[in-house]
């Protein structure tokens, strides 16, 4: 077909759509034909897949609520029948507290509603510490159901303090308990003329500086204050010798201990308190360390 031009040479524009409109429906049935190949996705075949996935999805949300309302149900009921009353009481962990000053101390009564007491863990806590100081921490557990268990953690005893010949105990976190003993028990030190909180302070928080080594062998820690030197201490050790020092620098100076201890041919007195030298007891000396 020849194609017209117009008088000054260029292509007639009705000839140029026609081309056109012939060039889009040829793509168009060539798309559509790709389209309706077998094989090939379409939305009237997707439309089960979809409505599949919507069905899983609605089941899966309304099992999840039906869980929810049927377990809150369950908790629910627990809690409005006596089963959840405090059936039987527990006390673990205690070492010098007696059980039943720690249940006397939580308020805790057989019949309390379990719920509520977990709620009231820290308020039950702050009793037991205000009446029983030794008490460090209180944890409430509940096994089978109604019953109670409180679990205990207590301060352990780092000392004794020596006041009027009676010896009062003395807590990791510093605290005096009013109770008194006619002796000492266990490894741990005595503290003896303290008469101030704060040297009293000073006093355990060197021990709790030295090595284990030199703690064990410590049997009493005495403020001395003499020689012009109010921090003046002396440290009675098991194996009868004594050690002079400084409440400010004795910490730093106590490894020197064990050496100049194996240099001594008896016991005798190792004064740290400006230089490090030892000097053995005398006669007199050493019957009244004895004593």
């Known amino acids: 077909m020849k194609k017209k031009t117009t008088k000054n040479g260029s292509l007639d524009p009705l000839q140029l759509l026609n081309v056109w409109r012939a060039y889009q429906l040829k793509r168009?049935?060539?798309?559509?034909?790709?389209?309706?190949?077998?094989?090939?996705?379409?939305?009237?075949?997707?439309?089960?897949?979809?409505?599949?996935?919507?069905?899983?999805?609605?089941?899966?949300?309304?099992?999840?609520?039906?869980?929810?309302?049927?377990?809150?149900?369950?908790?629910?009921?627990?809690?409005?029948?006596?089963?959840?009353?405090?059936?039987q009481m527990t006390v673990n962990g205690t070492k010098s507290v007696p059980d039943q000053q720690v249940i006397n101390a939580s308020g805790v009564r057989i019949g309390d509603n379990v719920l509520t007491l977990i709620w009231q863990e820290k308020a039950i806590e702050k009793r037991v510490h205000q009446k029983l100081p030794k008490v460090k921490s209180v944890n409430v557990k509940v096994d089978q159901f109604n019953?109670?268990?409180?679990?205990?953690?207590?301060?352990?005893?780092?000392?004794?303090?020596?006041?009027?010949?009676?010896?009062?105990?003395?807590?990791?976190?510093?605290?005096?308990?009013?109770?008194?003993m006619t002796q000492s028990l266990g490894n741990s030190p005595v503290y003896s003329q303290f008469k101030n909180d704060a040297f009293l302070k000073q006093g355990l928080k060197l021990y709790q500086a030295f090595p284990n080594s030199i703690q064990s062998a410590v049997s009493e820690i005495r403020l001395t204050a003499k020689n012009n030197n109010s921090y003046q201490v002396h440290l009675y050790m098991n194996d009868g010798n004594e050690v002079v020092g400084d409440l400010r620098t004795l910490a730093k100076k106590i490894k020197y201990y064990p050496t100049l201890a194996k240099q001594m041919d008896g016991k005798g007195r190792i004064d740290l308190e400006v230089g490090a030298y030892a000097k053995l007891f005398d006669n007199s000396e050493a019957d009244s360390t004895k004593n």
């Open 147 to 180: 019953q109670l268990t409180l679990a205990i953690t207590e301060y352990p005893t780092v000392g004794y303090l020596v006041r009027h010949k009676q010896y009062y105990p003395i807590l990791e976190n510093g605290t005096i308990l009013k109770t008194k």
């Open 28 to 87: 168009w049935k060539k798309q559509r034909r790709q389209r309706l190949t077998p094989g090939r996705p379409t939305i009237s075949g997707q439309l089960p897949h979809l409505k599949a996935q919507r069905t899983a999805k609605t089941k899966w949300r309304l099992t999840a609520l039906l869980s929810t309302f049927t377990l809150g149900a369950c908790v629910a009921i627990y809690f409005m029948l006596p089963i959840s009353d405090v059936q």
